[in-house]
């Protein structure tokens, strides 16, 4: 040990060389709260969702929906900026296609043929007449209601694909494009209308903001408080200081070490500095009031008798410290053994975090009480603070109440098994519940915006299903579409929480409807049965349900 601290400049200064390292850092750390990221790598379902977002695109959306405070969305001023605002979506690099009222098509019948047009044309100007014949059209369809556009037409909804896949939902990219969204929608100028945003882009920026503005609440007020104790503690400013350093520097490597193993910081990791410093602080206490206990104790030292008064303090109190920080680190390092990503991110850096402020409280602090010197080791108002330690009556009180346990072992207990009991019974009643924007409190626009959009849309979370046969032209089968169709009925009479319904069988339901102006627009085509199925081509099919 003695060699250890031979050259204490040397400990400080290699301590402030690995800190400034990780500090520098710092600046590459970045937010991912996309709630896709605690979905293991492995896990069938993400494999699923990868494999439809390469078969039938991205399923990363962003909604927009436009509530129009007075009037419908069906007027012509309005509909000409929806019209710009959808030309300028189409151009941010990351989107891959915009769907809108303003650019769907509407499939009827001309002639003989079937023809597919612009539902709303471009010479649209807002007669009365063009506004009945668009309000027949939306009616005529059930493809656009609660899709597009709201049941009394006071709203309408911007669907935005992004081409990434869910794993990509809360990276810089993709979060800067919602924002680039949102200013657009707020610049096109749209009268007397609110607009609200949603999707899971949108909750993974809007937790994004959340949590970096919890960490300026929450590190200052950590350590204001963690001042006031040390301070009440010690009385002195360089022993508040000094265990208040050791926790600094353990969360700046903590932190720091992230983004150098290309780590993002997730919902989890983002309370590391306040665990640290709450939890870290420990160390450097045992170490600073044992010296000072020591160190009044002892009416004169010189330098020698100085560095042995340090060493013996570390020897008194290094094991019971070193348990103190293993229990701690074993506690934390459990969550390394996880399949949940960010959980497992935790563990690793919060583990790291606290043998880092042990192993800094026993070198660093040492070095500087070895640097400092003895000549302020033992001030007068804390020789008298230690020598009435017995009288303090903080200590007094805590030692009264760990008393009064001990001596009443039946009672406590009886009041340990009580809290035992009533825990087991609310772990049987707990719920699992991890819906971002649930976090949110009511008032929130992200939480206006997720419900707005589950009222009058279909809603912000997406199910696919997708039906895949064995041979080609299997899903074109009948009895295929008879089963899918009936499904897709299902949900809607019998799942509440379904809002909408979208999937190959509306094109086929919507063909049979304009070739045969008598047939039941809900029914199958009368003619499947005898239409050959073809030799080749896609065999699968996909319908996606919108729960509320």
């Not at 009533?422 to 649930?438: A, T």
């Not at 039941?520 to 050959?532: H, I, N, Y």
Request: aromatic letters at 8%.
């Amino acid at each position: 040990m003695e060699r250890f601290f031979k050259r204490p400049w040397l400990i400080v200064g290699a301590i402030g060389l690995v800190t400034l390292f990780f500090a520098l850092q710092l600046p590459r750390a970045r937010l991912d709260n996309n709630n896709f990221r605690f979905v293991p790598e492995k896990d069938p379902e993400r494999v699923r969702s990868a494999r439809i977002d390469e078969t039938f695109g991205s399923q990363t959306m962003i909604l927009i929906g436009l509530e129009r405070e007075f009037g419908t969305v069906l007027e012509g001023d309005f509909l000409t900026r929806l019209r710009s605002l959808d030309r300028a979506l189409r151009e941010i690099d990351i989107v891959d296609s915009v769907a809108s009222i303003v650019s769907t098509d509407y499939i009827d019948a001309q002639g003989d043929a079937i023809r597919a047009s612009a539902l709303i044309p471009e010479d649209f100007s807002g007669t009365p007449g063009e506004i009945a014949l668009l309000r027949e059209k939306l009616l005529d369809w059930d493809i656009y209601r609660r899709a597009l556009v709201s049941d009394d037409f006071s709203s309408t909804q911007i669907v935005i694909s992004l081409g990434v896949g869910s794993d990509e939902a809360g990276t810089p990219p993709v979060l800067e494009s919602y924002r680039t969204i949102l200013r657009l929608a707020e610049e096109a100028g749209f009268p007397s209308t609110s607009i609200y945003a949603a999707g899971l882009p949108v909750v993974s920026a809007e937790v994004n903001a959340a949590t970096a503005k919890d960490l300026v609440f929450l590190v200052p007020l950590v350590v204001i408080v963690l001042l006031v104790v040390f301070f009440l503690s010690f009385k002195r400013a360089s022993s508040v200081l000094m265990p208040l350093l050791t926790v600094a520097v353990s969360a700046t490597w903590a932190i720091g070490a992230m983004p150098l193993f290309g780590i993002s910081l997730s919902i989890l990791s983002t309370v590391l500095p306040v665990i640290l410093l709450a939890v870290g602080s420990a160390y450097g206490i045992h170490v600073v009031s044992h010296y000072y206990e020591e160190a009044a104790q002892r009416k004169s030292l010189s330098e020698e008798e100085h560095r042995l008064l340090v060493f013996a303090v570390l020897k008194r109190i290094g094991w019971p410290v070193f348990l103190a920080a293993l229990t701690t680190f074993v506690g934390f390092a459990s969550f390394c053994f996880t399949s949940v990503v960010p959980i497992r991110e935790f563990g690793i850096f919060s583990s790291f975090g606290v043998m880092a402020a042990f192993g800094v409280s026993l070198t660093l602090l040492p070095a500087l009480f070895i640097i400092r010197g003895p000549e302020r080791a033992r001030p007068k108002a804390w020789g008298k603070h230690y020598e009435r330690v017995g009288e303090d009556p903080m200590s007094a009180s805590i030692a009264d109440a760990l008393g009064a346990v001990v001596r009443k072992k039946r009672t406590t207990l009886a009041v340990a098994a009580a809290i035992i009991a009533v825990s087991i019974w609310g772990l049987s009643r707990m719920v699992i519940d991890n819906v971002l924007v649930e976090y949110f409190k009511p008032y929130t626009q992200v939480a206006r915006s997720d419900a707005f959009i589950r009222e009058k849309f279909g809603g912000t979370k997406a199910v696919s299903l997708v039906v895949k046969g064995r041979t080609p032209g299997d899903v074109l089968r009948p009895e295929v579409l008879a089963a899918v169709d009936g499904l897709a009925s299902y949900l809607k009479a019998k799942v509440p929480e379904v809002g909408k319904i979208t999937g190959f069988t509306d094109m086929i339901k919507r063909v049979n409807q304009v070739m045969n102006a008598d047939a039941d627009p809900s029914g199958l085509p009368r003619k499947a049965a005898s239409a050959p199925i073809p030799e080749s081509g896609a065999g699968g099919g996909a319908a996606g349900a919108e729960p509320a």
